[in-house]
């Protein structure tokens, strides 16, 4: 009898358990819109239904908590209720007997102090602010806000042309964001609710493997505005701002510092991530708009001064970038051979591949670069390449995929072991890396992730020839010193892009944001046009008229992820030739037909849904 009744009760809670893997589906695919008080009070009654009933601070005190925040919501609360809110809140975290009421009450304050300014909205004016309303996920999430529902469509629809042309509306960059794009659409996409998200990375990379964007016309060209605006830095910010001033019929010139277009796309991400030729594309098909003037190896400073730039144009648009890579200043950090990861790809970007044959290399950092570094030294030969990281795998910034292909091709992966020191021979020569082993400590409550320390243990020693530090990237600003600087070296602007005290000049990307995604630099050149083409006096509409083709039955039945392949590790990681495979044909049609058009229905036909 016993035993029937524990697998009544183990059922019972696998049951459980499935229903509670459902609602946390159902609050990560939440609308990004959805105002914050609403979506707490729900929080709320969950936590209410868990409490035990034993202590008064999380019995009585969740629902005094539940009401006091629907007062709000519902408009009739002032500033008294709001101060009793908080420190009701702050009893209940302090008193609560277990985690149901101090998590409660803890995320209570959290979210107040997150989003004070709605709280207080709602009590001065007794509704949610004109900007909280439901939107479609993946397109407000997109940086550019790309109509991906539209393209996906298109993609189904085996119109191919369309489908790049649809993006290009938003992003110029169809190929490289079809190879590198970090995909924050994903992020909420509702399709979550029934398996999980649509492969969107995937599906635009299968559009451009159908066929070459440069041979894809652009869109026409607006009649010449007369107005002539400078563009300093030729990476995906500028270019992108370059495209769209350019189809608004202005006149555009860039400044690039280098010999190629490109910026970080080209200095900063290895080939076998994104293709040069690739890129090539999407430059091509850019510059086919016309109207665009392109001045390369001109670096300002060199011939031209930034307020020259000021004085002979109608506006200046700041998009340089952050292709300085930063160091630890640790013992010997200035061997010859230690530099920064950002050095070593700048160096693989213009054609010099190192030779690291027979030497062991120690990548310095978790991200993204060092990821690219790790792999890129795996390729020029060296015998052994390790990651030093000082948080754990899983509090890494570095994509997963990322880390997976570094982990298959070899790269050993060291994680909570700081840097402390570089250990050299008599001759200079680097022999080791010195690190302190780390423990984990409190949570950051703005991160969310865990501190870390140095652990009571014995310094680690890692034997190496060669050390590349990936913890950063600067800005070289030296040209712009009187441009109003953080103390992080970054542009200080308005909401509008703008610069304080110098009227026409813009400023965005990762000089504004610090080093950020390519999809951030390019949804910031595109934000920064339209604010140039209003500072000129102009408010151009830009946009094609393309049929999206009507809504069909989507499929609902739980199907698997398409997710896309690589070539194998040996044989990847040979050359710096594309490692990613892309979809077949029933692949591609599987995912397009997985969409729920949010565009169209639900969301999509709500205030503010498409925009």
């Known amino acids: 009898m016993y035993k029937k009744q524990e697998l009544k009760n183990t059922q019972r809670s696998r049951l459980l358990n499935s229903f509670l893997s459902t609602f946390q589906k159902r609050v990560l695919a939440n609308p990004p819109g959805v105002c914050c008080i609403s979506s707490h009070i729900a929080y709320l009654r969950t936590a209410r239904s868990q409490t035990c009933g034993k202590c008064v601070p999380c019995a009585k005190g969740l629902e005094q908590l539940e009401k006091m925040m629907q007062k709000v919501l519902d408009g009739g609360a002032d500033m008294d209720l709001y101060v009793d809110m908080l420190w009701l809140a702050q009893n209940i975290k302090e008193t609560a007997d277990c985690a149901i009421g101090y998590e409660a009450a803890y995320m209570v304050l959290t979210n107040i102090k997150n989003f004070k300014d709605e709280y207080l909205y709602h009590i001065e004016h007794h509704r949610c602010q004109s900007n909280v309303s439901v939107k479609v996920p993946c397109m407000y999430n997109c940086p550019a806000n790309v109509n991906i529902p539209g393209y996906i469509s298109l993609i189904g629809a085996e119109r191919y042309a369309d489908a790049i042309n649809l993006i290009r509306e938003d992003n110029p960059f169809p190929t490289a964001c079809a190879f590198v794009c970090e995909r924050p659409c994903e992020l909420q996409c509702r399709r979550t609710l029934i398996d999980s998200a649509i492969n969107i990375r995937g599906l635009k990379k299968f559009a451009v493997d159908q066929i070459p964007v440069d041979a894809v016309d652009t869109p026409p060209r607006n009649v010449p505005t007369g107005k002539r605006i400078a563009i300093v830095g030729g990476g995906p910010s500028g270019l992108t701002c370059a495209y769209f001033l350019a189809r608004m019929g202005h006149s555009v010139v860039i400044y690039e510092a280098k010999e190629k277009l490109g910026g970080m796309l080209r200095y900063g991400i290895p080939n076998y991530r994104l293709p040069k030729d690739r890129l090539d594309q999407d430059i091509a098909a850019l510059l086919t708009v016309g109207g665009i003037e392109v001045r390369l190896n001109s670096p300002i400073g060199k011939d031209i001064t930034a307020e020259q730039l000021e004085k002979e144009y109608d506006a200046v648009y700041l998009s340089i970038g952050a292709q300085s890579g930063k160091v630890i200043p640790i013992k010997n950090y200035d061997n010859p051979n230690v530099a920064s990861a950002v050095e070593m790809l700048d160096r693989i970007g213009h054609g010099d591949l190192p030779d690291f044959t027979g030497k062991n ?166 934000v920064a046009a339209m604010n140039i083409d209003e500072y000129l006096g102009f408010h151009h509409a830009y946009r094609l008229n393309i049929e999206i083709p009507h809504v069909q039955s989507n499929m609902r039945s739980h199907y698997g992820r398409v997710n896309l392949t690589e070539k194998s590790a040996r044989e990847r990681k040979k050359s710096f030739c594309p490692v990613e495979n892309s979809m077949s044909h029933e692949e591609a049609m599987q995912e397009c037909s997985k969409c729920l058009r949010c565009d169209v229905f639900g969301s999509g036909t709500m205030k503010g849904g498409l925009v």
């Open 361 to 526: 290399v120690v990548v310095i950092g978790g991200g993204n670069v060092a990821m690219d570094c790790a792999r890129s030294a795996i390729r020029c030969g060296a015998a052994s390449v390790t990651l030093a990281v000082r948080e754990r795998q899983v509090d890494m910034t570095a994509l997963p995929s990322e880390i997976q292909g570094a982990i298959e091709e070899g790269v050993e992966l060291m994680t909570m072991y700081a840097p402390s020191e570089i250990k050299v021979d008599e001759n200079g020569n680097v022999v080791a890396l010195i690190t302190k082993p780390q423990i984990t400590g409190h949570y950051d409550e703005h991160t969310g992730l865990p501190s870390v320390r140095d652990a009571a243990k014995e310094p680690y020693e890692i034997p190496c020839d060669v050390i590349f530090m990936a913890i950063g990237q600067a800005i070289v600003s030296e040209p712009f010193s009187g441009y109003g600087l953080t103390n992080r070296g970054t542009f200080i602007v308005d909401n509008t892009t703008a610069m304080k005290d110098h009227p026409g000049v813009f400023a965005g990307g990762d000089c504004v944001s610090g080093p950020a995604t390519a999809i951030m630099a390019i949804g910031a050149g595109k």
